[in-house]
């Protein structure tokens, strides 16, 4: 994964602008989906690859014509040369106007072509979804300290769906696009053999005379070389930089709106506890401070959207004048000055490069928006597989550990150190040491933010201590299973968390095997069992946002 300079925020604050390549998005493609893509992109390319195929005909339909109007004013026009030219032009065109529909309406509108582009980013899509949901339930809670949920909740919807238009249709373009303008300047460098090959010579004089115009048209190619050769130096540089200018912005715009997705997802999430204890009034001046919030990473997102849309328009201008001025240099210095009044070249010739070359560059510049999607696709991609990749400091998952089959429960805290991961400067414990006898009963006494809460935190690991040993009947807790050690821990929150679920299926969240009978204790020991027995599907009510 590529990682760009950071990107500086109004507040001082800096994030580093990370970018995937097309292959890290394919990660998880299979056998079936390299095929499809290779179907899917051999399709772009050929309909991209007959648009400059016009230019051909053209050139011949316009010496055809002109040459006629020049025997017709001299009296020696044969009629049915003449005929059977135009003719001949025109069946050529009514052939590559019928490939075109073919090419058109089987690959390019949403048929098989697209088709093939959108299974496999749908496939990838899908495996990506999945992964990152499944790596974010993975972390630790640190981590969750510095990632507020709002914005991973923002980066699975809007941020995997740029990476699907990124993978999707919108590639498709910008590759048909990309194969018109490459071809269209071969087709124009490689006028002089085509054409030899393509007009049938009757006699030595007119052989000597291809002859004469293949030497021409390399002369004219030489002219068209040094001024690809200054265009090239200067799309290299304009790509470096537009590249770089559309990343940042994107990657700004993006931040800003995860943001602000952040914002809105804290606000919402509460407003049911908020109605529940009518404290709305009350709440009314604090809400200010979040629409406050809200409407400037909105700004900042608009911002950056017009930014991008600013940055796109200028180098995207700036390269079709690049591009336009060369060629009415081609057409002043080489063509019109010298080769066509000197009837070297034809002016069909002149007009086939013309538009061999810049229609390839004018489509190239019609699919430049194309570029910023599939830049925002990648960026999507590089925080999402970045998440997907990062292995947690505390993995709740891991089968590493040990676990005794008996707990005696002797826990001791030795000059325990601790801050938290969201607030590094702001040292929670400093050198705690205590011992809880098995069956003693301890109570950790303070004001808010002592760090009662902590000492419980690390005795499940939910943190790891930067300093000093946390042991259980003698062991350091760390030697120990997660998963073991959390069901061997019971803890009674002030705040117990109900996930939207039946009162069965939240009683069974400890303990997957419990029996109906240790479940009825369980409600009886949290004097909950009458109440919900009164319910009218007892303890199969579906539980809602914490709420029956």
């Not at 328009?313 to 010298?338: E, N, R």
Request: hydrophobic fraction near 45%; charge should be positive.
């Amino acid at each position: 994964m590529t990682f760009k300079k950071g990107v500086k925020w109004a507040d001082g604050s800096e994030t580093t602008v990370r970018s995937a390549s097309i292959r890290q998005m394919l990660r998880y493609a299979n056998r079936t989906d390299y095929i499809l893509l290779v179907v899917g992109v051999a399709l772009c390319v050929l309909s991209g690859a007959l648009m400059p195929l016009n230019s051909v005909f053209f050139k011949g339909m316009t010496d055809t014509l002109m040459k006629g109007q020049a025997d017709y004013v001299n009296g020696t026009l044969d009629l049915d040369w003449y005929s059977d030219a135009v003719l001949h032009n025109v069946r050529l065109y009514a052939w590559l106007g019928f490939f075109m529909f073919v090419t058109s309406n089987i690959s390019n509108f949403s048929r098989f072509q697209m088709s093939c582009l959108f299974t496999v980013c749908e496939r990838q899509i899908h495996e990506i979804r999945k992964r990152y949901f499944a790596a974010v339930l993975k972390q630790e809670i640190g981590w969750f300290d510095t990632n507020e949920t709002g914005v991973l909740t923002t980066k699975m919807s809007s941020g995997i769906d740029r990476i699907k238009d990124g993978m999707g249709d919108k590639c498709g373009v910008l590759l048909q696009a990309i194969a018109t303008f490459i071809f269209g300047v071969l087709l124009g460098l490689s006028y002089s053999s085509t054409f030899k090959q393509a007009l049938t010579i009757t006699s030595r004089r007119e052989l000597l005379a291809h002859e004469k115009a293949g030497g021409v048209a390399n002369e004219v190619i030489a002219g068209i070389r040094t001024v690809i050769s200054f265009n090239a130096q200067y799309s290299e540089v304009a790509r470096t930089t537009f590249k770089q200018a559309l990343t940042i912005t994107s990657r700004r715009e993006l931040l800003a709106h995860e943001k602000a997705g952040g914002v809105a997802n804290e606000v919402i999430a509460g407003v049911r506890t908020v109605i529940s204890f009518n404290a709305q009034y009350s709440e009314v001046a604090r809400l200010s401070a979040y629409i406050y919030r809200y409407t400037e990473h909105l700004k900042n997102a608009r911002k950056m959207g017009v930014t991008k849309a600013l940055v796109t328009g200028i180098f995207t201008g700036a390269f079709l004048f690049i591009m336009f001025a060369s060629m009415g240099f081609i057409f002043w210095q080489v063509y019109g000055t010298t080769l066509v009044l000197s009837g070297e070249v034809t002016p069909g010739t002149v007009f086939g490069v013309f538009w061999a070359v810049f229609g390839g560059a004018i489509r190239l510049g019609q699919a430049s928006p194309q570029i910023g999607v599939v830049i925002s696709a990648k960026i999507a991609a590089g925080d999402i597989l970045s998440i997907i990749d990062r292995e947690p400091e505390i993995d709740c998952m891991s089968r590493e550990g040990s676990c005794p089959p008996k707990v005696e429960g002797l826990i001791e805290f030795c000059n325990i150190h601790f801050r938290y991961p969201s607030r590094p400067e702001v040292k929670i414990l400093k050198g705690i040491t205590f011992k809880a006898e098995p069956g003693q009963t301890v109570a950790l006494v303070g004001h808010s933010g002592c760090g009662k809460s902590t000492v419980v935190g690390l005795l499940l690991r939910y943190y790891d201590q930067q300093a000093g040993t946390l042991m259980i009947d003698g062991v350091p807790i760390r030697d120990f299973n997660i998963e073991w050690l959390r069901n061997t821990v019971g803890v009674v929150s002030q705040e117990p968390v109900l996930f939207a679920a039946t009162i069965e299926e939240n009683l069974r969240m400890g303990n997957e095997l419990v029996t109906e009978h240790e479940m009825i204790q369980a409600c009886i020991m949290a004097n909950a069992h009458e109440f919900i027995t009164k319910l009218p599907r007892v303890c199969y009510n579906l539980i809602i946002d914490t709420l029956l």
